[in-house]
């Protein structure tokens, strides 16, 4: 365990365990309390104290979490049956942090979804069992309060804040039936009419469900596994929108392509979005899911916010080379662009001022370590682990909100341990011969610029919907039509002195004989330039050269019409 910034030393209260089978790590939500399993126990002390608490027997416990009041410890063990085929034992065990004591015991097949949830005055708690997902109060673990029963429901998320507790739970379609997610609100749980809200979707074979911190919506990722269109390797992905007082939206991105990440902002009423094909795009939507700001495109896949709000850092990693993008987003102005180059975690420290990127084990089993950056671009911190060694967990120590309050955002870089190096580029080999000329322009792709998306509608900062917008550019539209009518009633009489070189329009006083005549011109006009792309050596389409063989044909309707003038 290290102090946080500005000292970086290890820190004297903690004993260093130095077993090699330390693999699990976790920090209650308060950040009071610390627990970790060396392979033999799991062993939890009080930060502050420094002190151990209590020390369970589990040397097989993979992964185990903390409830947010600290009262329970949830380990999960990997299910195993007996060699007879007869049922294994209870892998999910519930500790009482005060006693020590189980207060009960659960078969938890699955890794994935294995911890329970709670409120976060541990008033309820849930588990997703056989279809039905679980609900006990007050940790009393032997009654189950409640039940929410849906065919086939598969995923549920706790709405985070006070009373009352929402759920968002998700049931995959089967049959020709659209997948849906709806929202409840405990303990209301009487068939569809007592829901929330509710959205239906196809393409869904997973779904990933981000409530905001005011339990106001919930955001769906909805993916396939497969992209039967063939455009992408990663499958297809729909972006959906469902607030708690029943609306619902399908969130239009500009660009296509996968969604890499999206995040709420803090502050409950804008969310961020990475999505499409690379360089990707990333945008900020508010509540009505209309853009706001568009930061352009970029080499990025994720997006962090910090605990406050007032900064966010767009970024790239996994296959891209860790470049980091921060920015002010109550000014939307870029304040630095560092590169974290093979990083596989990113979190933001408690205090909103300090971010820590590491590369672990197993994604990577070289070159493992962590820096700590100020978001200034600053490392002020960083550790390689030996090459023998691995390092497969980083965490910052958490604290409550309120316990840092915000800070005035800063542009100029903080004074760090290491200068900034910042990798250029790399160069395209040219040959000796080309070397003194200019280098051609060999851009894949032009990079799109960041653009303010709010609309500025008589100096109002609300933002306008896009029904309000499309009916603002029909009224534009028809105010125009109408000028141009005006101006051609005043020009009529004008039109005798026109010039000697132009030739005036022939009519014919039929307008559907003058509208045959124009639409003939245009055609001959088309056939014209296609001539022309084919005499500078243009491989011509089929239905390009059939164009052209009906050029007689046109002509001679032309010459007919206008003989009938």
């Given at each position: 365990?290290?102090?946080?910034?500005?000292?970086?030393?290890?820190?004297?209260?903690f004993?260093?365990?130095?077993?090699k089978n330390?693999?699990?790590v976790?920090f209650s939500?308060d950040?009071?309390?610390f627990g970790?399993?060396?392979?033999?126990?799991?062993n939890?002390v009080?930060?502050?104290?420094?002190?151990?608490?209590?020390?369970?027997?589990?040397?097989?416990?993979?992964?185990f979490?903390?409830?947010?009041?600290?009262n329970?410890?949830?380990?999960?063990?990997?299910?195993?049956?007996?060699?007879?085929?007869?049922?294994?034992?209870?892998?999910?065990q519930?500790?009482?942090?005060?006693?020590?004591?189980?207060?009960?015991?659960?078969?938890?097949?699955?890794?994935?979804n294995?911890?329970?949830c709670?409120?976060?005055?541990?008033?309820?708690?849930?588990?997703?069992v056989?279809?039905?997902?679980h609900?006990?109060?007050n940790?009393?673990?032997?009654t189950i309060?409640?039940?929410?029963?849906l065919?086939?429901v598969s995923?549920f998320?706790?709405?985070?804040?006070?009373q009352?507790?929402?759920?968002?739970?998700y049931?995959?379609?089967?049959k020709?039936a659209?997948?849906f997610?709806?929202?409840?609100?405990?303990?209301?749980?009487?068939?569809?009419?007592?829901a929330?809200a509710?959205k239906?979707?196809?393409k869904?074979?997973?779904?990933?469900m981000?409530?905001?911190?005011?339990?106001?919506?919930?955001?769906?990722?909805?993916?396939?596994?497969v992209?039967?269109?063939?455009?992408s390797?990663?499958g297809?992905q729909?972006?959906?929108y469902?607030?708690?007082?029943?609306?619902?939206?399908?969130?239009?991105?500009?660009?296509?392509?996968?969604i890499?990440?999206?995040?709420?902002?803090?502050?409950?009423?804008?969310?961020?979005?990475?999505?499409?094909?690379?360089?990707?795009?990333?945008?900020?939507?508010?509540?009505?899911?209309d853009?706001?700001?568009?930061?352009?495109?970029?080499?990025r896949?994720?997006?962090?916010?910090?605990p406050?709000?007032?900064?966010l850092?767009?970024?790239?990693?996994?296959n891209?080379?860790g470049?980091?993008?921060?920015w002010?987003v109550k000014?939307?102005?870029?304040?630095?662009?560092?590169?974290?180059?093979?990083?596989?975690?990113?979190?933001?420290?408690?205090?909103?001022?300090?971010?820590?990127?590491?590369?672990?084990?197993?994604?990577l089993?070289?070159g493992?370590?962590?820096?700590?950056w100020?978001?200034?671009g600053?490392?002020?911190?960083?550790?390689?682990?030996?090459?023998?060694?691995?390092?497969?967990?980083?965490?910052?120590?958490?604290?409550?909100?309120?316990?840092?309050?915000e800070?005035?955002?800063?542009?100029?870089?903080?004074?760090g341990?290491?200068?900034?190096a910042e990798?250029?580029?790399a160069q395209?080999?040219r040959p000796?011969?080309?070397?003194?000329?200019?280098?051609?322009?060999?851009?894949?792709?032009e990079?799109?610029?960041?653009?303010?998306?709010k609309p500025?509608l008589?100096?109002s900062?609300?933002?306008?919907?896009?029904?309000?917008l499309?009916n603002q550019?029909?009224?534009?539209?028809?105010?125009?039509?109408?000028?141009?009518?005006?101006?051609?009633?005043?020009?009529?009489?004008?039109q005798?002195?026109?010039?000697?070189?132009?030739?005036?329009?022939?009519?014919?006083?039929d307008?559907?004989?003058?509208?045959?005549?124009?639409?003939?011109?245009k055609?001959?006009?088309?056939?014209?330039?296609?001539?022309?792309?084919?005499a500078?050596?243009?491989?011509?389409?089929?239905?390009?050269?059939?164009k052209?063989?009906?050029?007689?044909?046109l002509?001679?309707?032309?010459?007919?019409?206008?003989l009938?003038?």
């Open positions: 365990m290290v102090n946080g910034p500005p000292s970086f030393t290890e820190s004297v209260a004993q260093r365990d130095s077993g330390c693999k699990a976790a939500k950040g009071s309390l970790w399993c060396n392979g033999e126990k799991v939890v009080n930060v502050t104290r420094a002190e151990l608490l209590h020390s369970f027997d589990l040397p097989k416990t993979v992964c979490e903390f409830s947010p009041k600290n329970v410890l949830a380990t999960w063990q990997a299910y195993a049956t007996a060699k007879d085929g007869t049922a294994g034992v209870p892998n999910l519930l500790h009482d942090l005060r006693t020590g004591k189980c207060l009960k015991s659960f078969v938890q097949k699955k890794m994935q294995w911890c329970p709670w409120a976060e005055d541990e008033s309820i708690c849930a588990r997703n056989n279809n039905e997902v609900f006990f109060e940790n009393n673990f032997n309060a409640n039940k929410l029963h065919q086939k995923d998320v706790l709405s985070p804040g006070a009352p507790t929402k759920v968002a739970v049931v995959p379609g089967s020709g659209p997948s997610v709806r929202l409840y609100q405990y303990p209301n749980f009487g068939g569809p009419q007592s929330l509710n239906s979707f196809f869904a074979d997973k779904v990933t981000l409530w905001n911190k005011k339990a106001t919506a919930v955001l769906v990722v909805a993916s396939t596994e992209d039967k269109t063939g455009a390797y990663y297809e729909t972006l959906h469902l607030a708690a007082s029943g609306e619902s939206a399908v969130v239009q991105l500009p660009k296509n392509g996968p890499y990440d999206v995040a709420w902002s803090p502050n409950s009423v804008e969310f961020c979005a990475v999505y499409g094909f690379m360089p990707a795009k990333a945008t900020v939507f508010n509540l009505k899911c853009p706001v700001f568009d930061f352009g495109t970029g080499p896949n994720a997006a962090y916010y910090s406050h709000g007032h900064i850092v767009l970024a790239g990693f996994g891209l080379r470049q980091m993008e921060v002010d000014n939307y102005k870029l304040i630095s662009k560092p590169v974290a180059s093979d990083s596989t975690y990113f979190a933001w420290c408690p205090d909103g001022e300090h971010i820590v990127t590491a590369t672990c084990a197993p994604r089993r070289v493992n370590g962590y820096k700590i100020h978001y200034t600053s490392v002020l911190h960083s550790h390689e682990v030996p090459a023998d060694q691995e390092m497969w967990q980083v965490s910052w120590q958490p604290f409550l909100d309120g316990v840092f309050p800070r005035a955002v800063r542009y100029q870089a903080v004074p341990e290491l200068p900034r990798p250029g580029p395209a080999y000796p011969a080309l070397r003194h000329r200019p280098a051609p322009s060999s851009r894949l792709h990079d799109e610029p960041p653009q303010n998306m500025q008589g100096g900062d609300k933002p306008v919907s896009k029904i309000a499309k550019r029909k009224h534009e539209a028809k105010k125009a039509a109408k000028q141009e009518a005006r101006a051609d009633a005043h020009q009529g009489p004008a005798v002195r026109t010039p000697q070189n132009t030739v005036p329009a022939m009519t014919t006083g307008p559907e004989v003058d509208k045959k005549i124009k639409n003939l011109k055609k001959l006009k088309a056939i014209e330039q296609l001539k022309e792309q084919a500078a050596g243009k491989q011509l389409e089929k239905n390009q050269v059939e052209i063989q009906k050029e007689a044909a002509l001679k309707e032309l010459e007919d019409l206008e009938g003038v």
